[in-house]
């Protein structure tokens, strides 16, 4: 099944390059605080983000990655940041002052003559992955500055330079495993590790976020360093779980990411107040509050504190989940989510402020070092209230064609190509090849047009999605970075969010042409009618596969719930392609 996928865009290094060095200047004129620390770990994020693409772009010359000045230059820069984070980190967010002049003229002197391509780090943007837990697992592993640090690019490239600076080791190299996503290998020049091969004490230090489903990524390199003569023993993981790798990674990789010691170190580890202020601490601060109290809803945790009972709850998918918390203070609760770092939880805080400028969303508080922090809304979900189908399809008009007016944006998301692909394997896999190819054949008849008016669309119509107050106001949750989330889909075109509402309330064709109407007079433009009706298998086999994937991880009440849900996307996947073929 397809679901997962990423969404790479293409900067000017140099630009990339001007905005470092304006938040580093800036970095001196902030006082003592986690203000101060949370723009530090932001400006090293997006240095990693610069000199990982920077050194994407040399193996794309090559096709192998070496040494080259540029990257050599690149990790002593971020070690160097790491170093900074570091001592803020262990000072408890005390340090003050700018940044070292000579880091400054390592980052103005760095090459940047060419485009670079990245793609979003999910840990820093999804998944509550902070470099402070490093620094942490480095100083606990046992290892000393006798240790190769190899980082996995991505992220893996900013996150070695955590672990060399904890440890301190001489900069990291970094490698980009290629190949099929579940069988990585890694294709690199020898001479990275050769003032290390008669170095006979000397350990090795894998860093990487995950490992995901497969684990290939940690085993490409485990690989590599064996074909050297490097022994298990003196290999070392650095993940960012404690868990082994996904169900597609093969008994070769289990066994040998289960031979490398691994070093771990949780959030709640790195910021426990002792080490340094901790998450509390900084809602505490947020919110002008010492009476913090926080209680971890995260994982399908939330459904414990809605009133209904347990039969009732609604499906989840973990993996998709953000980190989130619910924070008590002064007799008011409120909802802390995870929402990324630096100029990625700056955008949603902005979308957060203007959903609930329209009337759509709860009222943000603010941001803190990543977490977005929203007044807790206590109403019934919108799957128990019963509201009347003509109101429910107005305020979703309203919704969405304000979505489609206010939220346009140029950010990558699946193609119309790579929906179609998605939507024709997902239906293979799950009803057959006749199905699939009576779905490619309808398909093939109306060949798919470009994304013109891509939005930060919604992505999660579901109603369980949605809050109804007594008076019968609706709110929307979780509204604002579903368009950037792990899946395939990205930001498209409204018609996305129509298909969705469509399938999600059973339209009938008068009812969709309500809600199209409302869409189309709050956006002041046309909706391509076409488009939804190419939307909707698209999108009921993007559902079907998320929650086959989420029933293969879960067990006992939500592995059924999980189950439940993807059969029903299947009847209405099946339905559809049966039409096709009359």
Known sequence: MIVFGDHKRTHSAEQLRKAVLAAAGAIGDLPAGLERHAAVVDLFVTVSELLQGLADAEFDITGRDSSSSRQKLGSEILVELSQEVLRSWQQKFARSGALDEALLAKLAAIDCGSAITTGPAEGYALYALYPETYLLAALGSGLDANTCVIGIRSIGLGLAAMVAAALHAPPPISLRPIGHPFSRHISAASELLRSWLDRPQA?????????????????AVIAWLRRHGIGHERIHLFPSHRGGPGAQATAETVAALSQCQSHVADFEDAFDGAVSPGLRDWIGHLLGRADVELHEISGGAWREVLSVPTSAWPPIFPAFERRKFMALAGGERWLVKFAGFGEAGQRKLRTAKALHEAGFGAQPAGISHGFLVERWIDAGRLDRAGLPRDMLIDWLGRYLGWRAAKLPTDEAG???????????????EDL????????????????PQPVLGRIEIDGRL????????????????DAVDHCRSHDIVGCQDIAWDIAGARVEYELCDAELARLIKGIEAEMSRAVDRSLVDRMEPCYLALQLGLWTIAAQSADGHDRVKAIR????????LSRFTERLKT
């Not at 057959?432 to 060949?447: C, H, K, N, T, V």
Request: glycine residues 10%; positive net charge.
């Open 203 to 219: 350990k090795f230090a894998i860093v990487d976020e995950g490992p995901g489903l497969s684990g290939s990524s940690f085993h």
């Open 414 to 428: 699946a193609s119309p190509e790579k929906l179609v692909a998605m939507a024709v394997q997902n239906c293979r």
């Open 462 to 477: 579901h109603p369980w999605e949605f809050l109804v107050r007594q008076d019968g106001t609706v709110l929307k949750t």
């Open 565 to 572: 849900a993807a059969d029903r996307y299947q009847i209405r």
């Open 432 to 447: 057959g090849e006749g199905q699939a190819q009576a779905l490619a054949g309808w398909f093939a008849r109306y060949p």
